[in-house]
């Protein structure tokens, strides 16, 4: 099994910053993907960015330029910077683990940005 931990949301103005943190512990080797998803009242769960463990990176068209994912393998820890916040970035953010054909997620944490 992979425990995944996230935490650093909250509340946010728009424009403001906010840095999410996931450590990951437990079975880790051979995790390939992690990712962050995120999920906002009435819509369905999505795929926000996602980073290999040769840190190839990947994101929604939304948070492009805007977002960065990046981990840090010694630390198995992934964490996603966000820019330049918008209301429409307001979600439940989501840690996620892949090893094999197994997802592992966290708990979420609660980003909220106000207009």
């Known amino acids: 099994q992979v425990q995944l931990v996230e935490s650093g949301g909250g509340l946010v103005q728009a424009g403001g910053s906010l840095r999410l943190s996931c450590a990951a512990s437990?079975?880790?080797?051979?995790?390939?993907?992690m990712a962050w998803y995120r999920q906002a009242p009435d819509k369905q769960r999505e795929l926000v960015a996602s980073?290999?463990?040769?840190?190839?990176?990947n994101y929604v068209d939304s948070v492009k330029g805007r977002f960065t994912i990046s981990r840090d393998n010694a630390k198995n820890t992934v964490y996603l910077q966000m820019n330049s916040l918008k209301p429409d970035d307001t979600a439940v953010y989501y840690c996620?683990?892949?090893?094999?054909?197994?997802?592992?997620w966290g708990q979420g944490t609660q980003v909220s940005v106000s207009s």
């Open positions: 980073i290999t463990s040769d840190r190839r990176t």
């Open positions: 437990g079975s880790i080797f051979g995790i390939n993907v």
């Open positions: 996620n683990a892949v090893r094999g054909a197994n997802y592992y």
